[in-house]
């Protein structure tokens, strides 16, 4: 319904890349087994706590501005769903509504947050879920706050230029801390951080710039996911000593060798001493 | 003379204790080693029957879900279920206490680890406590050469029935374990550790066993299983 053509854009790649994704190795997933599709939901729209339904149910109650809510778990399907300023009646007029269709085994985020120009606006973003590689993790940055396009470094080098309100841009980079600040494209000061921002092997970390420039609450939240779909094998204990550590071999090895060793040469002496 | 004498006993005494020595560490090793790996029974797949997917692993089938079919669904007023993600494992038994942090698959579908050895890690894309069906997978260091033992180091002492304890929001699920596997890591299945399809269970993942330099990983997975505390095994 009001859901911007770029969020709808996103919604059409995600189920495209789920589409994809599930010639290979797909619904294995906890959620997929169970038909049903993971959903955060961000709000980025400040002095407005709200009541959000689904389908006319009531799913998060008193959501305030700089909260992410969630995962939950949906039964996969289409759903109807509206934002109310917290404590209206559930027939009253919604602030928000869209319709989100959401499939099994899907991670999405809703964001309750504002055009560049500052209207408020619901815009369903996919979570792309994809393996990133060996000890790396994806940082993706969703702009959905009232300000112009910002340029996004990570430490002294640009890493998305020019992302503007509604958009988002996803790089991998090995885990780790990134010091990360927005600035106005262009520019560069920053309108936000710098910050570091954990990035774990395996996850997704969603920065989200909320809040309105102009009205001076311009901040992040943050959001982690899963990537890479079901394991095929764990790796723990990476390098070490005390393979069974209650029981190390190598004392038996080494007093057992020194032990063969003198049972070796005595026997030798023994011979020796006899031919004497 | 005396030169003699000792030439005489030297060869002996080392027969002695060369004897006490290679009997005494092969009975060492013998006591001290554990008998193996294996305890109790693997839970069976529980409630689902389900086909097996493209990489081994279980994976849904249609009108199989347990809320029912969904043709009609979209109508409905949605059940929704905050995921309780769990923030630490307890395992008193063996001296766990340690904090969780959620993780996710790697590129050639390693299951990543937390970096920090006295972490473990949930797999997010897994199950999560108190849900009616599925794996809450974890996964943790024995040790690490760099920065010491892991919070799993033990995790082979655990017995079928030795509780362990996950912290998630707020409240303490408790599991018991049914069964203790060691598996070359070439071998382990993948179904029965990481599959969703199945009643619900913990999974509790770690390395064990010969330890390969050339790759610096251990050969085996050490993989506890629990159910719920209270249900049947």
Known sequence: MRISKLAAASLTAGFLALTAGSAGATAISASAATGEATVTVVHGIPNTPVDVYANGKKILSGFTFKTVAGPLQLPAGSYAIDVRKAGSAAASAPVLSATEQVTAGENATIVAGLTASGTPVLTAFANDTSAAGTSKGRLVVRHVAEAPAVDVYAGSSKVISGLASGQQQALDVPAGSVPAKVTLAGQTAAVLGPVNVPVTAGMGTVVYAIGSAAGHTLTAVTQQYPLGGAPSSAQAGSGGLGADPNTPVWPFVLIGGAGVALIATGAVGTARRRRA | ?233
């Open chain 2, 1 to 233: 003379m005396t030169a003699r004498r000792r030439r005489v006993r030297w060869p002996v005494a080392a027969l002695i204790v060369g004897l006490a020595l290679a009997g005494g560490s092969a009975v060492g090793y013998a006591v001290t080693r554990p008998p193996g790996h294996d305890y109790g029974a693997v839970p069976p797949p529980g409630i689902y029957q389900a086909g097996t997917g493209s990489q081994g692993v279980t994976v849904a089938r249609p009108g199989a879900s347990r809320r029912g079919g969904t043709a009609g669904r979209s109508a409905a007023a949605p059940d929704v279920t905050a995921v309780r993600v769990p923030v630490r494992l307890l395992i008193p038994a063996i001296g766990v206490s340690a904090p969780v942090l959620p993780t996710g698959v790697q590129a050639g579908g390693s299951l990543a680890i937390p970096p920090d050895p006295s972490d473990v890690g949930w797999w997010a894309g897994g199950g999560f406590p108190g849900e009616p069906t599925g794996a809450v997978v974890l996964v943790g260091h024995i040790n690490s050469a760099v920065l010491g033992p892991g919070a799993l180091l033990r995790l082979q002492d655990v017995r079928p029935g030795t509780v362990i304890t996950v912290m998630a929001s707020g409240q303490a699920y408790r599991y018991r374990v049914v069964a203790l596997r060691a598996y070359a890591k070439a071998g382990l299945p993948v179904a029965a550790v990481f599959g969703q399809q199945v009643a619900p269970r913990l999974v509790v993942v770690s390395c064990g066993g010969p330890f390969d330099a050339s790759t610096g990983h251990y050969l085996d997975n050490i993989v506890a299983y629990a159910v719920p505390s209270g249900t049947a095994p």
